[in-house]
């Protein structure tokens, strides 16, 4: 069964360090990879996908996130931090193919980012 | 372009009492979905929708029930609202072929009391 791990619940960053977000996922096919960011009170924005070809994928407000198979990871990355990144960051995945229930997401528990000034 | 609506924003219910959650986008999306979010839990899928008159249970399914007579409209029917219904809920809809991208709605916050 797919499923998605973000082993990191809560994480705080100084304004202008690096950061990084761990994902893995599990499944047997080819996944689909996504992160959504969550502000609070607000819905979920794509901040970037991962369908295939190079592994490294830029994404908006400055995110990206390299996809290795071997370790079955999809981990963000910012390389500077602002204050207006301190929200809820999702990883999901989804099935490659085709049917109904092809492209359902499984998205992972979360990580909550708090930004220190 | 209003994207994926939901109404309402915010909604109290006494245990036992029913009430529907509406979603409607305007992108001509043949897919539409529910999810519940409860806090550290992720977003969990109750139902989704793969065209008009066409639904299917999710990870979640018991106590809501879904219908899609028209492309734009996926509403979510509680009835006999539980405490354990007390959640936020979100609506997503995505086109059709690959690329799997949801564009969600605002969310309906629901407490049951």
């Known amino acids: 069964a797919q499923s998605v791990t973000q082993p990191d619940i809560h994480i705080t960053v100084s304004e202008g360090a690096s950061l990084e977000l761990r994902c893995n996922y599990s499944?047997?096919?080819?996944?689909?990879l996504f992160w959504y960011v969550q502000s609070p009170g607000q819905g979920l924005q794509l901040l970037l996908k991962y369908f295939s070809g190079d592994t490294l994928v830029q994404g908006i407000k400055g995110f990206e996130a390299e996809f290795k198979r071997s370790q079955s990871s999809f981990n963000l990355r910012k390389p500077s931090v602002h204050w207006s990144d301190a929200a809820e960051y999702f990883c999901a995945v989804g099935a490659a193919g085709y049917g109904g229930s092809q492209g359902n997401l499984i998205f992972g528990k979360g990580t909550k980012l708090s930004v220190k000034p | 372009n209003a994207g994926v609506t939901q109404t309402p924003k915010f909604r109290i219910l006494k245990i036992g009492q029913s009430m529907t959650l509406q979603c409607a986008q305007d992108m001509n999306h043949n897919y539409m979905y529910w999810y519940r979010q409860d806090p550290g839990m992720g977003l969990k899928l109750i139902y989704y929708s793969v065209g008009a008159g066409i639904t299917d249970k999710g990870e979640v399914p018991n106590g809501y029930n879904v219908s899609r007579s028209t492309t734009e409209d996926f509403p979510l029917r509680l009835e006999l609202a539980a405490p354990s219904q007390t959640s936020v809920y979100f609506c997503?809809?995505?086109?059709?072929?690959?690329?799997?991208?949801?564009?969600f709605g605002p969310g309906t916050r629901l407490t049951v009391t």
């Open positions: 997503a809809s995505r086109g059709a072929g690959a690329g799997y991208e949801q564009y």
């Open positions: 499944y047997g096919a080819t996944p689909y």
